[in-house]
């Protein structure tokens, strides 16, 4: 019984920022965790994502492309971090999220294989910022990191977004159908 309360009062609070995702700040907050996920914090874009394509399904493209463009930034930034200030500020960072081990490795393996780790990193959930920071500090080409990353997290932010917009719309069929059939 406890865990029927639970359920309710999470699709209670679902519906509410489902409602809420109708203003223009949504975009903002969206591009902002976007941003924040490619490059300093462990903010999953797409928990907000999801969400706006499944309320708005014709929009998914236009939410996508926002999330797309503020991740490819954030990684942007990330490749800075790494290729300008890995010892002060990248360094600190991949160990208070305690990947030391795992960075030395990483980086290792990130300069011979660059655009297979970028678009790895890009489509699925391993973090992105730290490749992006091991991009910067192994030194892999400007242009490669930023293209690969474009392409990487377009590819999996539209795969979210479309399946989350596709998801809605077979929902809503699937019910027109079943509600024909019962009356």
Known sequence: MKWRRR????RARARLLARGMKEPAAELLLAVISFLNGSLAPLPAEALLV???VNRPDRWLRYAAIATLGGWLGGLVGY??????????GRPLIAAYGGAEAFAALRAAVGAHAIVYVI???TTPVPFKVV?????????D???????????????????AGAAAAGRSMFSRLKRRTSRRQS
């Open 7 to 10: 359920q309710r009062r999470w």
């Open 51 to 53: 969400p706006l394509c």
């Open 80 to 89: 800075a971090l790494g290729a300008l200030a890995f010892e002060e500020i």
């Open 120 to 122: 790895a990193a890009s």
């Open 132 to 140: 992006a920071i091991a991009a910067g500090a192994t030194g892999v």
């Open 142 to 160: 400007f242009a490669t990191f930023a293209i690969t990353g474009a392409v990487g997290r377009a590819a999996g932010y539209m795969l979210v």
